[in-house]
Structure formats: structure tokens, C-alpha cells
């Protein structure tokens, strides 16, 4: 038996979903992105008990991210580190932001299609499928184009 959904509550229950899985995704990225830093070797203990950051030419971080980072990235060749203020800071955080919007809405509408048993669950080409995987999984590229480098190394 096929469970129904009437149209306005599906796409109430979606805009929810969405905003709590981009949450969620930001968390993830934030978290996951600085254990697989130290993991790389990119966070050094001090005797003195502080920490350094760097010292790697590589890290991980998620495809989604990727344009946001590559934005950092040249924002920082061009007009140096610390080069948030530039247009290129707002438009890299934007899309970011835009990367864990994909991601949490990819993710709400799997969770609703698979608990509604739609017949499209991973949508036409499959792009939901993805989506996901491009915004959940890690890639190892170099360390300018992550966004742990930002917030660690740059800071």
C-alpha cells in the first residue's frame, strides 16, 4: 500500500527537513572536515599545550564544497590570506551555504520519497543519488581548497 501525501503538507514537511538536514550538513562538514585534518597531520600538540595547524599539502572535504573553496582560494592568490573582506569571501561563504542547502534538500527528499514510497526515489538520471554523494563524502585535495585550511590555517 502506497501512502499518501497531500501536496501542500509534502512540501512543508520537505522545507523542514531541509532546513534540519542543512544544518546538520554544516555541522557534519565542520566537524568531520577538522577530525580528518588532525588525522592528515594538519594539527600539531605543542609541549607547550597550544596547537599549530598546517603543515600538510593535503586535506578532505566534501565536491559540494569545492566551488566555495576554489572562490576562497583565489580570493587568497589575489589579494592575499586574509582576503575575506574582499567579494570574494561573501561569494565563497555563499556558496557554501548554497553546497549544504543542496545537500540538505537532497537528503529530505530521499527521506520522503523512500517513507512515502514514491516511484521516483532517486529521481530521473538518478541525480539525487548524486547529489548525495556529492555532498556527503570527502575527496582529498589540496589544502587551498578546503574549507578546514580557512578556519584553521588562515585564521
Given at each position: 500500500?502506497?501512502?499518501?501525501?497531500?501536496?501542500?503538507?509534502?512540501?512543508?514537511?520537505?522545507?523542514?527537513?531541509?532546513v534540519?538536514f542543512?544544518?546538520?550538513?554544516?555541522?557534519?562538514?565542520y566537524?568531520v572536515?577538522?577530525?580528518?585534518?588532525?588525522?592528515?597531520?594538519?594539527v600539531?600538540k605543542?609541549p607547550?599545550?597550544?596547537?599549530?595547524?598546517?603543515?600538510?599539502?593535503y586535506?578532505?572535504?566534501t565536491?559540494l564544497?569545492?566551488?566555495?573553496?576554489?572562490i576562497?582560494?583565489?580570493g587568497?592568490?589575489l589579494?592575499?590570506l586574509?582576503?575575506?573582506a574582499?567579494?570574494?569571501?561573501?561569494?565563497?561563504?555563499?556558496?557554501?551555504?548554497?553546497?549544504?542547502?543542496i545537500s540538505?534538500?537532497?537528503?529530505?527528499?530521499v527521506?520522503?520519497a523512500?517513507?512515502?514510497?514514491?516511484?521516483?526515489?532517486?529521481?530521473r538520471?538518478?541525480y539525487?543519488?548524486?547529489?548525495?554523494?556529492?555532498?556527503w563524502?570527502?575527496?582529498?585535495?589540496p589544502?587551498?581548497?578546503?574549507?578546514?585550511?580557512?578556519?584553521?590555517?588562515?585564521?
Amino acid at each position: 500500500m502506497i501512502r499518501e501525501l497531500p501536496r501542500n503538507t509534502g512540501c512543508l514537511l520537505l522545507g523542514l527537513l531541509s532546513v534540519c538536514f542543512t544544518i546538520v550538513h554544516v555541522v557534519y562538514n565542520y566537524a568531520v572536515a577538522g577530525l580528518l585534518f588532525a588525522w592528515c597531520g594538519g594539527v600539531q600538540k605543542l609541549p607547550n599545550g597550544w596547537a599549530q595547524f598546517g603543515g600538510v599539502d593535503y586535506a578532505w572535504t566534501t565536491p559540494l564544497y569545492l566551488p566555495g573553496c576554489l572562490i576562497f582560494h583565489v580570493g587568497q592568490q589575489l589579494h592575499g590570506l586574509h582576503s575575506a573582506a574582499q567579494p570574494y569571501g561573501l561569494i565563497g561563504f555563499l556558496l557554501l551555504l548554497v553546497g549544504s542547502i543542496i545537500s540538505g534538500w537532497t537528503l529530505a527528499s530521499v527521506v520522503l520519497a523512500a517513507w512515502f514510497r514514491n516511484l521516483g526515489l532517486l529521481g530521473r538520471g538518478r541525480y539525487r543519488l548524486w547529489l548525495a554523494v556529492a555532498g556527503w563524502i570527502w575527496v582529498y585535495v589540496p589544502i587551498g581548497w578546503t574549507f578546514v585550511y580557512q578556519w584553521t590555517v588562515v585564521c
